[in-house]
């Protein structure tokens, strides 16, 4: 029998089962289950193949129903709650009944206790229904526009988008340079190419001083694997102490960042140490190519020269003076290297390399050959004399070119630190006298430009003459009052005959001219720390100036000052400055000139013309101060001259012993002056000598005509 729970649950069961007892007539049956064929159409996985095809013949039409909004969709069924039978079924009618199975959606089997009546009659006997009034069907769910969310969505990620892509171009073109280097630094290594200097040389294109080929010993700290090991091996080789080089061995942090990989032990080494180095296969040491500086003439104008340091940068002399234009630019190789075993340049990798400009070359216009003669010949007289210090200068009067300039003492440029720095000096630029008789001529050549004085004028000179606080006397005679031509004043160099001369002239006139000549001022030559002298200004002379400053004292002067003064006197009255450089040559061989040196007029030719004269009498007359400093065939004007040497300032003790002349006198060619601090002796017997020698040698070196004639007879006493 089949069960009634069944029949209330399963509808599909009803189905299967038509032939059943409480099952109702056919008609009943699908007015029964309308309900539960309306459900179904609205749920599609309800349906079953049995069911057959839904009214509207479309599957899917029951979805698109609640998709656009539920139009023709029946009112959800409620859920009810079942009862026990009795319940359920009292008071109630088979109408009532079948409406709650109906809305329900599920079937509920009626009770029956009469037979079943035939559907018609059914129909006739019940009550009519009412009709229900009709639904509006329910507004459908609001939603959301899916178009502005569309557009508000792409606006977010389009926004998105564009900032993250404004971001990487920044970052990679104009960050990017920024991080990379940051980056980039820490694996950099770099190396200096060295400029090859310029060369020195002398007027004739001898060597004077130049660089060769050499190595230089460094070190990569990072790959140095044992420092006392590699410090004690290298240590005989370069003549190095172990304590001096173990610190260049020791790892270091760079300024700018990152590890040194690179510290110069020794440059300057010659190939075959370099050799030994390599031999030994010291890790993280390196052997590079390198230049040198070599002074072929070793002490050969090396006061004149200077020195260069390690590293080739000038310290002394033209060497610093020029160092610039020598030096030339050094270059640089940055690259890219790997890190601990791998510590080698990456091929492929950063590589920037800047080209090193080598430095132009000097042409001196000092002359070897005579250069060597004249110091030769410096340190010989030195060395009888016992002097100090010694200076000499040979200019050529027309050009002003400097032929030779010697000092004494003097050392090997090449090896210079071994040697005093007083040594070192340029004694014609540096070393400041008070020159002496030989300002006379300075004095005497104002005075004659000024016409307060001729060639014919003389002087009533006695023993001596007081000024201010002071007597001057002359040093050379102790002479009774006598009547003295000038050639007698300048041959036995007369204190009082100049001081009279003076007094006619005027202390403003000797300041002027004192400055005309290039006294108080550094000629310009070209060496570096050249002294300026000094002069006395008229409103500060005192009482004994007008005696002390005529004759040279109270007057602080170089030795190269008084050789301009004289060459002036030499080329009729134009004072030519005096210079060292010829010109420049580029490291491409393009030649330029020196610029072309300053003159001015001193003396009108004439002057200087009977200046010269009267100045030969120093060399010619009887028992004159000069007569050592003659040269044979040739007339010789010029004028020794005893002073002192200003120290700081104060005069120290010893005397300065100096010969000024030019040659041959009727046209002279060049002016030698010779100065020299000595114990004792005077011009006449020290420097004179050593002009004689040097002066004999220049004319014959550049194959100077012997004179015509010979120096006239002076009257010393009219």
Do not use: C
Not at 64 to 88: F, M, Y
Not at 270 to 290: S, Y
């Amino acid at each position: 029998m089949p069960d009634r729970r069944m029949q209330g649950r399963d509808p599909s069961y009803a189905k299967s089962d038509r032939k059943g007892p409480f099952l109702a007539s056919e008609p009943e049956a699908h007015e029964g289950f309308r309900g539960i064929s309306d459900a179904r159409a609205y749920t599609p996985r309800g349906r079953t193949v049995r069911e057959g095809t839904p009214r509207t013949g479309d599957p899917f039409r029951p979805a698109l129903q609640v998709v656009d909004g539920g139009q023709g969709r029946p009112k959800p069924a409620r859920t009810v709650r079942r009862r026990p039978a009795v319940e359920a079924d009292r008071g109630t009618t088979g109408a009532t009944r079948e409406r709650r199975a109906t809305t329900s959606g599920v079937p509920v089997p009626r009770k029956r206790t009469a037979p079943a009546k035939s559907a018609a009659a059914a129909r006739r006997s019940a009550p009519p229904r009412k009709k229900a009034p009709p639904r509006r069907p329910p507004r459908p769910p609001r939603l959301a526009d899916q178009r502005r969310r569309l557009r508000l969505g792409t606006a977010l990620a389009l926004t998105l988008f564009a900032t993250i892509g404004i971001k990487l171009v920044v970052a990679q073109f104009t960050e990017s340079p920024a991080f990379a280097e940051q980056g980039l630094a820490g694996r950099l290594d770099e190396v200096l190419i060295p400029a090859p200097r310029g060369a020195i040389y002398d007027r004739d294109g001898a060597v004077l001083a130049h660089s060769v080929e050499a190595r230089y010993v460094a070190v990569d700290p990072v790959d140095v694997t044992d420092i006392p090991r590699t410090a004690a091996a290298l240590s005989p080789v370069l003549g190095m102490s172990q304590s001096d080089l173990a610190p260049k061995l020791v790892q270091r942090t760079r300024p700018g960042g990152g590890q040194s990989r690179f510290e110069y032990l020794a440059r300057g080494v010659d190939i075959a140490t370099a050799e030994r180095v390599k031999a030994l296969k010291l890790p993280g040491v390196i052997v590079d190519r390198d230049e040198r500086r070599e002074v072929p003439g070793a002490d050969l104008a090396a006061n004149l020269i200077g020195f260069t340091s390690q590293d080739l940068s000038g310290l002394e002399g033209l060497e610093a003076r020029y160092d610039e234009l020598l030096r030339g630019v050094n270059g640089k190789r940055i690259f890219e290297v790997g890190q601990g075993s791998l510590s080698a340049e990456i091929p492929g990798g950063y590589r920037r390399e800047t080209e090193a400009q080598p430095g132009s070359s000097l042409q001196l216009t000092i002359d070897r050959d005579l250069q060597f003669r004249v110091q030769q010949v410096l340190s010989a007289r030195m060395k009888e004399a016992k002097a100090y210090i010694g200076a000499a200068v040979v200019l050529d009067v027309r050009t002003g070119e400097v032929l030779a300039q010697a000092s004494h003492p003097t050392y090997n440029a090449a090896q210079w630190e071994e040697t005093k720095p007083t040594d070192r000096e340029d004694a014609a630029t540096t070393f400041v006298v008070d020159p002496g008789s030989v300002h006379k001529a300075i004095t005497i050549g104002a005075a004659l430009q000024e016409g307060v004085v001729t060639p014919q004028s003389t002087f009533m000179v006695g023993p001596t003459i007081k000024k201010g606080d002071q007597n001057f006397k002359d040093s050379h005679r102790n002479w009774t009052p006598r009547r003295m031509s000038i050639p007698g004043i300048l041959a036995y160099s007369s204190n009082i005959g100049t001081i009279h001369i003076a007094d006619k002239l005027g202390k403003e006139k000797l300041y002027e001219y004192q400055k005309k000549f290039g006294l108080g001022t550094p000629t310009g030559e070209g060496m570096p720390g050249e002294s300026a002298g000094l002069l006395l200004p008229p409103d500060e002379w005192s009482g004994s100036s007008y005696g002390s400053v005529p004759i040279g004292h109270s007057v602080a002067v170089t030795p190269l000052q008084m050789a301009a003064a004289y060459a002036a006197i030499a080329n009729n009255g134009t004072w030519v400055q005096p210079h060292l450089v010829k010109e420049t040559i580029g490291p491409d061989g393009k030649r330029t000139e020196a610029p072309a040196p300053t003159t001015r007029q001193v003396l009108s030719p004439q002057v200087a013309a009977e200046l010269r004269l009267m100045m030969e009498a120093v060399t010619t007359v009887q028992g004159a101060t000069g007569r050592k400093a003659a040269v044979d065939g040739y007339r010789v004007a010029g004028k020794t001259g005893t002073g002192s040497r200003v120290v700081n300032g104060k005069y120290v003790s010893g005397s300065v012993a100096s010969f000024v002349g030019m040659a041959p006198a009727e046209n002279p060619r060049y002016v030698i002056a010779v100065f020299a601090h000595t114990p004792s002796g005077g011009g006449g017997e020290v420097t004179a000598p050593a002009f004689h020698d040097m002066m004999a040698y220049t004319l014959t070196h550049y194959g100077v005509p012997l004179s015509t004639g010979k120096s006239p007879k002076f009257v010393v006493y009219p």
